[in-house]
């Protein structure tokens, strides 16, 4: 059943509050830059809200880019690009010292500090009580606006939140993906579900529960692989999933549209072939051009359109059909919810992040979407009833 949290706008008396929100500003940085801040710029408004009623501000974050820099080329950004929002971002380094206790106490009605990665220490991803009841006595009261990892039972996403009885909310972020999401479970027909990327055993129950509620299911990326080796194809050196799986009922179901021809990677060379022409030595890396064309046959009928995961490997530069169906899916009329790291890099390829609107949703989570779809919840959720 799904739960709905009271929001930050709920609460009356924000003025000189310290509000501890958990944000997700785990975005990528290369050298120091930031190449996109959709979750940074989703959870402005939260921000810009609490600070307007007086409150002061403490963002606590994890990031995992690859070059290691933690969160402060993220504080630099916010205070270069985003100063009229958050003024000017204090950022604290170590969460234990001394001095952090002081910082916070001399904050002023406004006032905004970013912490450092919260995974630098263990007892975050250990959910750890000690280290939760540290955050939390900083602060007055509690927002989580971290949708896209409010599926981990961490610290500051479920221990946090327990220490806040009567004080404890969802941003405007997060609700705006709940509310999103709660549309996907019950959608307007023609109703197309694309699913694509990797990971057969965490997104074969979506296609199974999607089966009874979705008229067309469109399946691409790696997932394609273990459904053309299950109804008999060569896929030759593609990827396919380690475990084993009982794919009957989704090659025996109508609904499960796959295309009729795939990018494979041929001695170096990128080759169109028909699905039941690929050889011993290839490796699927992309649905063909077909499939494209196929959806934008059906998404100008369709309602609702609910999309997660690449449909080719995204990584090794193949990513024309996921650009090519992002496209269609934007210049469609149907309302349409959109999600997980490699589709969402390609609506920004294409230019389309400014063009979200009543009728297209871009949400910051991947995993966290797909455990919403399942399971109509997640822990960071229903942390906070």
Same mark, same amino acid.
């Given at each position: 059943m799904t739960i709905t949290p009271i929001t930050v706008l709920q609460e009356s008396d924000l003025r000189d509050k310290k509000v501890l929100i958990r944000v997700d500003f785990n975005v990528q940085v290369y050298e120091g830059r930031i190449l996109d801040d959709l979750?940074?710029?989703?959870?402005?408004?939260?921000?810009?809200?609490?600070?307007?009623?007086g409150a002061k501000v403490i963002l606590v974050s994890h990031n995992e880019s690859k070059?290691?820099?933690?969160?402060l080329p993220v504080c630099e950004y916010i205070n270069e690009m985003y100063k009229n929002e958050c003024g000017q971002v204090t950022f604290i380094s170590d969460f234990m010292a001394e001095s952090t206790k002081e910082t916070i106490a001399s904050m002023n009605s406004g006032d905004v500090i970013l912490f450092e990665n919260l995974r630098v220490l263990p007892?975050?991803?250990?959910n750890d009580v000690e280290f939760s009841k540290y955050l939390a006595s900083l602060a007055d009261l509690y927002v989580n606006d971290a949708f896209a !990892?409010?599926?981990? #039972?961490?610290?500051? =996403?479920?221990g946090v939140p327990a220490l806040f009885p009567g004080k404890k909310y969802a941003g405007i972020q997060l609700m705006k993906e709940v509310d999103a999401l709660k549309k996907a479970l019950k959608p307007s027909h023609p109703f197309i579900f694309i699913l694509g990327g990797a990971k057969f055993?965490?997104?074969?129950?979506?296609?199974?529960?999607?089966?009874?509620?979705?008229?067309?299911?469109?399946?691409?990326?790696?997932l394609l692989n273990d !459904?053309?080796?299950? #109804?008999?194809?060569? =896929?030759?050196?593609?990827?396919?999933?380690?475990?084993?799986f009982d794919l009957s009922g989704v090659i025996s179901n109508p609904k499960v549209l796959i295309p009729t021809d795939v990018v494979v990677?041929?001695?170096g060379q990128a080759v169109i072939v028909p699905v039941n022409e690929v050889l011993t030595n290839d490796a699927i890396m992309d649905v063909g051009p077909s499939f494209t064309s196929m959806l934008k046959q059906h998404a100008e009928s369709s309602q609702f359109i609910l999309w997660n995961g690449p449909m080719g490997n995204y990584e090794k530069g193949y990513k024309d059909q996921t650009i090519g169906m992002a496209k269609v899916v934007f210049e469609s009329k149907a309302q349409a919810l959109l999600g997980g790291g490699d589709t969402t890099a390609a609506i920004k390829e294409l230019g389309y992040e400014e063009k979200e609107s009543e009728h297209v949703f871009i949400s910051t989570g991947g995993g966290a979407m797909l455990e919403f779809l399942q399971y109509e919840t997640l822990p960071g959720i229903l942390a906070l009833e």
């Open positions: 979750r940074i710029r989703k959870t402005l408004e939260t921000i810009v809200y609490v600070r307007g009623k070059d290691g820099t933690g969160l007892g975050e991803k250990a !990892v409010s599926h981990r #039972k961490h610290a500051s =996403v479920v055993e965490t997104k074969l129950p979506l296609i199974q529960k999607f089966s009874e509620t979705a008229d067309m299911i469109f399946l691409g990326g790696a !459904v053309l080796k299950a #109804k008999g194809f060569d =896929v030759g050196m593609s990827l396919v999933s380690a475990g084993e990677e041929r001695g």
